[in-house]
């Protein structure tokens, strides 16, 4: 495949991952007889076909194939047994809906862990999903500080909070949360151009977050990243200028913000004990007893995607949803399906921690920011049930598949090293693909 246009798709999906609006088709009829739809056909399934059509799958050297094997077989059997729901849910169209949008999420992960397998292709796709966070940010930032934004295409919801165009406050502090690692480790410490606008993303990315007013993202993003700039300082990945300039910004940006908006942040932090141990029915721990009630009668099979609601206490008020995700997958998935999902997750998150390993510059940041992006979604994920709209759980698959192929494609990237210089030494063009590169072998 021509290398250019590689490029063009891969920047392309990582741009079109947080593009939620597409076609719709009616998938049936509510109870009440009100018709439901989904996005049937969206940009990023017109990227993921693409990719999976013209760019050729390579074979994986076979210390990192057990990862494709292992991530694409167990997130296939998740969308098979989930499939389950469409013969217990009790509004069948709802579960179609949340269907529809899982069997997209596996295709995302399927079309990384198969796709993208080079250094380059790192690079490339995460590129693309920092165009999208800045595109993002700049119209949460927008909402708070200057008023209402209103575009062609998108359905932008506008509310006291920022939201973005996925429409959802706490939502988007979470898409927030989870990718401004990225830009923050791209404008710090690569020198990946243009560094100038990671740089801007980086500032607006915290703006947008702050102004989501998620008190659950901004505990998480604190806690993962704070996780993971230890690591940089224990295995000293930084060196001085980067400390020192890490240092600073982080002095500044705390300093600024408490003293311009710590009255913000105390006012909404202070219904936060309320919020999770009172003692009415939509506390979140209220809302726990009522998901071990309905996992305790459908443990089997769950209730079915989207159909959580139906069967959950007919007093709580509100969404009447579980703020926790890992109950909401066991109540709707059942055991089974929350056992699959925390298999493949940890899996790959503990396995992907070899990343700290390695000694590409370039691949060590943006895997980190992936460790990093991962965790925040892991904590987030015990207070909050976003996990079920759709933005998210494009990008949840994006992140989990991604922590793999920077694994692949660090090797591969090692062996190529190691061969070029074997050839070089050598002088008679040698070449063998099962070469392994030693463990010290360091890339430049």
């Known amino acids: 495949m021509n290398r250019k246009f590689a490029k063009i798709l891969l920047i ?39 990719l999976l059509l013209f760019k050729p799958h390579k074979k994986t050297h076979f210390k990192r194939r057990w990862l494709v094997y292992f991530g694409v077989g167990m997130a296939l059997f998740y969308l098979i047994w989930s499939f389950t729901g ?61 008023g209402p934004v209103s575009l062609p295409y998108f359905d932008i919801n506008n509310t006291w909070r920022s939201t973005g165009t996925i429409g959802v406050p706490n939502a988007y502090g979470l898409y ?54 230890a690591v940089d300082f224990k295995d000293r990945k930084l060196n001085r200028k980067q400390f020192y300039s890490l240092l600073a910004a982080i002095l500044i940006s705390v300093s600024f913000t408490f003293v311009k908006y710590g009255h913000i942040i105390m006012d909404r932090m202070s219904g936060a004990e309320e919020a999770i141990i009172s003692t009415k029915k939509h506390s979140r721990i209220n809302l726990a007893r009522d998901a071990f009630r309905i996992i305790g009668e459908h443990g089997v099979t769950g209730v079915g995607l989207n159909n959580y609601r139906y069967f959950a206490d007919r007093g709580i008020q509100g969404t009447r949803i579980v703020h926790n995700v890992y109950l909401l997958i066991a109540a709707q998935q059942g055991i089974v399906g929350i056992v699959i999902f925390l298999v493949l997750n940890l899996t790959f998150f503990f396995y992907g921690l070899r990343i700290i390993k390695t000694r590409d510059g370039i691949l060590y940041h943006i895997g980190v920011a992936g460790l990093t992006s991962m965790l925040v979604c892991m904590v987030y994920y015990l207070v909050a049930p976003d996990y079920r709209l759709v933005p998210i759980k494009l990008q949840h698959w994006r992140i989990l598949a991604m922590l793999a192929v920077i694994l692949i494609a660090d090797y591969e990237h090692k062996i190529h090293l190691y061969q070029r210089r074997l050839k070089r030494q050598n002088g008679n063009g040698w070449r063998s693909r099962t070469v392994r590169a030693p463990r010290h072998e360091a890339t430049p």
């Open 86 to 146: 469409e013969f217990v849910a009790f509004e069948k169209a709802d579960f179609r809906f949340g269907y529809v949008h899982l069997a997209r999420s596996i295709l995302i992960f399927v079309t990384i862990m198969t796709r993208v397998q080079t250094r380059d292709d790192v690079i490339d796709i995460t590129k693309g999903v920092v165009y999208a966070l800045g595109f993002q940010a700049l119209i949460g930032v927008w909402q708070w500080q200057i």
């Open 176 to 229: 927030m949360a989870a990718l401004s690692p990225l830009a923050i480790r791209l404008a710090m410490f690569t020198r990946l151009k243009p560094k100038w606008l990671w740089i801007v993303i980086s500032v607006l990315s915290m703006g947008a977050l702050f102004a989501s007013f998620t008190r659950g993202a901004w505990l998480a993003f604190a806690g993962a990243m704070i996780v993971f700039f």
């Open 12 to 50: 392309s999906f990582g741009i079109a991952i947080s593009i939620e609006q597409g076609f719709t088709i009616i998938l049936g009829y509510l109870r009440t007889g009100i018709p439901r739809g989904a996005d049937i056909l969206m940009p990023i399934d017109l990227v993921c076909y693409a």
